[in-house]
């Protein structure tokens, strides 16, 4: 009997209405292997967390994430109103989300932009410029950059208010995350989009001069340099272009949301932050509070992150294989929420209704 603990972290928003479903798949996963045992420990994380215990990542819930064998991570973060209630520490952003990827060194984050051309039509790209479908690999640096850098806020001589933040890598970092890259694309279509701004910032000439340190060693993969700004537009007028692309942290941010703009809806964007140790698993929108509790949103994002994890965690390709076509199958009988499901013939499902269907597909 093959056992694996799983740290449940729900979180707020549409979390909890995200991971139900993921727990209803875990379970068919394991009805379907017998000698497979998923345990499951929920545990507080987000504001949910903060409004329970005072902290939105309280010691017990780290104790469960140290214990486990993955964590699969719901949504977290409230409306712009409601996280002022909050202390800016313990914001689930800065008091939970920030350190959980430092606990764990997370470093690499896999971001798949990926539509099947059988589902074009979810996008907003014409047909012709979709063309085979959409299959890009996105790879975010996690751990550095601007989010973790030195901050600071204060008053200059002349009484004005400042902010300070700085954007800070090491080499380690960046070759780390390099490596990754150029790993991923051995792998795949041994392409390497470089994404930089080396133009302005000298964080990108640093990490261009590592990338051509590194590149000797991966001769099979052919480097293509691409300024962050002019990627955000070929990925509109030409994403058949790019197969993996990777980046910084802050650039990956905003580069993978534009992924789901592409795809049709950010509930279509799973992802793995893996760590030298441990990985987490996440979708990679937010916690969206506009429809939050009313059993709508969309829970692929949600479910395509255990497909990763029980890839890139437990080495089940076949059953991950098969959960991808569980939810590829659901999708082209025509079934969709709303965020996807437009035009007279669409079949419109609630969120719950989507994980029921993919667990009978799974079956
Ligand atoms: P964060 O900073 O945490 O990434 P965000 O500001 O990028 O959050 P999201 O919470 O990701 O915002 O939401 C952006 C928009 O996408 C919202 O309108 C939201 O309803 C929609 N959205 C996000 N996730 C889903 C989903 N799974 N299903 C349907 N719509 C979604
Ligand atoms: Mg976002």
């Known amino acids: 009997m093959q056992s694996y603990k799983i740290a449940l972290l729900a979180g707020d928003g549409i979390g909890p209405e995200v991971m139900k479903q993921a727990v209803k798949v875990l379970k068919a996963v394991e009805a379907r292997n017998p000698d497979v045992n998923f345990e499951l420990n929920p545990a507080l994380f987000g504001a949910v967390a903060y409004f329970e215990t005072g902290k939105s ?3 017990e819930t780290k104790d469960i994430c140290d214990q486990a064998d993955a964590i699969l991570k719901g949504t977290i973060g409230l409306n712009h109103e409601d996280s002022q ?6 914001q689930p952003e800065r008091g939970a ?3 959980l990827r430092r606990r764990y060194n997370t470093y690499a984050n896999f971001r798949p932009v990926y539509l099947p051309k059988e589902l074009s039509h979810f996008s907003p790209l014409k047909a012709e410029i979709i063309g085979d479908g959409i299959d890009i690999m996105i790879i975010r640096e996690l751990v550095g950059g601007l989010y973790f850098g ?7 001589e002349q009484g004005r208010r400042f902010v300070r933040e700085v954007l800070e890598y090491d080499e380690d970092q960046i070759r780390n995350i390099l490596k990754v890259g150029f790993e991923t694309a051995q792998k795949r279509k041994k392409v390497l989009h470089n994404i930089h701004k080396s133009n302005v910032l000298k964080s990108s000439v640093l990490w261009n001069t590592i990338v051509d340190e590194l590149a000797p060693s991966y001769p099979d993969v052919e480097v293509k340099h691409i300024l962050v700004d002019a990627a955000a537009t070929l990925l509109c007028l030409n994403p058949g272009q790019f197969d993996v692309m990777v980046m910084e942290n802050m650039f990956g941010d905003i580069l993978s949301d534009q992924g789901g703009g592409i795809l049709g809806s950010l509930g279509l964007m799973p992802s793995a932050c893996v760590g030298p140790e441990k ?5 990679s929108h937010g916690s969206a509070p506009d429809i939050a509790g009313k059993n709508i949103a969309n829970p692929y994002s949600m479910i395509g992150s255990v497909a990763l994890m029980l890839e890139m965690s437990f080495g089940m390709e076949s059953e991950s294989k098969h959960l991808w076509n569980a939810m590829k199958s659901v999708f082209a009988q025509g079934y969709g929420t709303p965020d996807l499901a437009k035009g007279d013939d669409a079949k419109l499902i609630d969120t719950d209704k989507f994980g029921d269907l993919v667990v009978a597909e799974l079956n």
């Not at 209630?85 to 313990?90: A, G």
Request: charge should be negative.
């Open 57 to 59: 990542f309280p010691q």
């Open 85 to 90: 209630k909050i202390p800016v520490d313990e």
């Open 97 to 99: 989300l920030l350190p």
């Open 150 to 156: 030195h901050k600071e806020t204060g008053v200059d």
């Open 279 to 283: 990985s987490y698993y996440e979708p």
